[in-house]
C-alpha cells in the first residue's frame, strides 16, 4: 500500500463510504451528509465518496454536483457482506486528500467544525475518544463496550477520525488492513470473551490504535474530534431504543436541528437511517 505526496487532488476534505445494500440507500445518506458540510463549512467543504460498481451505478448528475470526488473501490472485500465495514482500510491509499477528516455516512452536520483543523493536526491520526448525547453531554455508557473493557482496548469511535499522509497513518491503516483480513485469528486466538462474527470498524481500529500506540492515535488535551451518538443506552435509555420514537426532531428552514429541546451544536450520528426520509434530503436540496 504505495502513494506519492505529490498523488493527492487537495490539501483538505471530507471522505466516507457508500455501499448500498438490500435495506439501505447509502449513498443517499452520504449526499445528504456532503450537503451539509457544503451548508455549514467555510473553509473546508471539499467531498468525496467510495462506492462500490454497483453502488456507482446509481450515481446522478444531481450528486455529481455535490460530491467533489466520486471514488469507486479499486477491490470490495465486502461484495457479500450486508454490514460493508471490511473496505474501510482502503480510505488511506484512495483519499484525495493530503488531510482527511473521515465520517460514518449516518453523519449530519449542523454548525462548521472549522476550529478543528488546526487541532486535528497535532496527530497523524487522530480518533474520536469520547461521545456525546442529544444534549451535548460526554457520554460515559459502558452499554456497548464491553468487548473493550474486557481486552483494555482503547475507547475509541471511527464515526469521526482525521488522518493525514504520512508513515504514521499508513501503518495504522495497515494494521486495520491485516485485522480485517485475519478476524478469525484476532477473535479466537487473541481477543477475549470475542462475540463479534465479524469486524466491526470501531474495534478494528481500537487494535490498530494500541498496535501503533495510543498517544499517536488520540490527543485527550483536545475535546475533539467528538460526535452526538443516538444510540439508546447513551442517551441513558435501553440500549435497544429507537430515539426516532422517543424524541421530537425538527429541522428548519435554515438547517439548524432541534432534538428534543436542544439545539444540536456537533456533528450528529443519527444511526437510525429511516430518519433521513425523502423530506429531509429535499429540505437540504432546496437550500444548497
Known sequence: MHRASNSFKEQKGFLTFAQNNDETDYLNLAYVQAMSIKLTQKEVTSCAVIVDAATKELVTDEHRKVFNYIIELPSDAAKDDSWKLKNEWQAWPLTPFKETIKLESDILFSTSIDHWWPGLQQREVCLTNSIRDYEGNISNSRDYRKLFDENLLPDVYNGIMYFRFGQGSRDFYMYAKFIFENWELFKTKILKNCRDDEPTTDVVFAIA?????????????????????MKGAIQGWAASTDWTEKLYTQIDKQLNLTVGFTRQQYPFHYQQKKFVTEEITNKYKEKL
Open 209 to 229: 490504535a494500541q498496535m501503533l500506540g495510543v498517544e499517536k492515535c488520540t490527543n485527550p488535551a483536545l475535546l475533539y474530534p467528538t460526535f452526538v451518538h
